[in-house]
């Protein structure tokens, strides 16, 4: 029986298993299991120092402890546990390191942002949908962090992780989380994100190069818009428009954060930072001038387990 691989990917939103092994094609990957729990260990994030609290700590040992029980049904050769921003920003990352090794006796490792940068471009290789693309531009919004990576002929040529993360944004620019979004914070935020990503100096010509979005941010808002379209996620297209993705944000943004809540497919964990997600998705395409953008599920952890399995 081929080797089978479990991931758990510690995000700053969500912690996310991926149980995989290799496919029957070169380079692909078969999805044997995967689960997200929405857990927040990214809370205060936006602080000039950066702390996880002793509850984001302990709520997030108890979910790797549960996806690793989850993991050990499918008795994989190897299981891998990766942090990203909220670890590796954090000045206590370590304090949660220990905390998840002591609790499973497995070590997490905290990726910098290239080596997050190379994994994720691994995990894309591993898409059918994109199969053969060779030149495009990738990005991934977390609760931390914005990433944006360019492959050229295969090979990342530049990659950027500025601190545009959704949950670092609410943090810093929306007030009360249960209202609906005030316009004046609408407008920082944009203004915020179009400045960071400008001064970032990121390469987006030629405006034809495809744009591949990866991160719960993408997954939530193409699940909703499938959801209203009154089909699921994985029967609908990868293309998200701006225009639908602008009218998505303009229906939630003046929700109070009850409201939000009632939205078919929108996560409760994600009901108070969407709005922020989207308005950053927007500003994105319009510095990179692009009128949509293509989403796969083929982020970080398929890259690690393509990594494990030598694909």
Not at 113 to 138: K, V, W
């Amino acid at each position: 029986m081929p080797d089978t691989v479990s991931v758990i990917d510690v995000g700053s939103n969500s912690i996310k298993l991926l149980v995989a092994r290799a496919g029957g094609a070169p380079n692909s990957l078969e999805t044997l299991f995967s689960e997200t729990i929405e857990t927040r260990i990214s809370a205060g994030i936006s602080r000039e120092l950066p702390r996880l609290t002793a509850e984001a700590i302990a709520t997030g040992t108890a979910t790797i402890a549960e996806l690793h029980r989850m993991a050990l049904n499918f008795q994989p050769a190897q299981i891998a546990i990766v942090a990203t921003s909220a670890v590796r920003d954090a000045i206590n990352g370590d304090d949660f390191v220990q905390a998840v090794f002591a609790a499973t006796g497995l070590q997490i490792r905290i990726l910098s942002g290239s080596e997050e940068a190379t994994y994720i471009g691994q995990g894309l290789s591993c898409d059918p949908a994109i199969a053969g693309m060779t030149r495009f531009i990738q990005t991934d919004i977390g609760g931390g962090s914005l990433e944006l990576i360019r492959f050229e002929e295969g090979e990342i040529t530049q990659a950027i992780s500025l601190q545009l993360g959704a949950v670092r944004l609410t943090e810093r620019f929306v007030e009360d989380k249960d209202a609906p979004l005030a316009p004046e914070a609408e407008a920082a935020i944009r203004s915020h994100v179009t400045e960071q990503l400008t001064a970032s100096g990121f390469d987006f010509a030629p405006a034809e190069l495809p744009l591949i979005a990866t991160g719960g941010a993408y997954t939530v808002s193409r699940a909703v818009l499938a959801a209203a379209a009154g089909g699921n996620m994985e029967h609908s297209s990868p293309h998200l428009e701006r225009s639908t993705l602008d009218q998505l944000k303009n229906k939630l943004a003046p929700l109070p954060l009850h409201e939000r809540l009632s939205i078919p497919h929108l996560p409760a964990a994600r009901a108070d930072i969407i709005p922020t997600a989207l308005i950053t998705i927007d500003a994105l395409l319009e510095v990179a001038e692009r009128s949509s953008l293509t989403h796969s599920f083929y982020n970080l952890r398929y890259g690690i387990a393509a990594s494990l399995l030598k694909l």
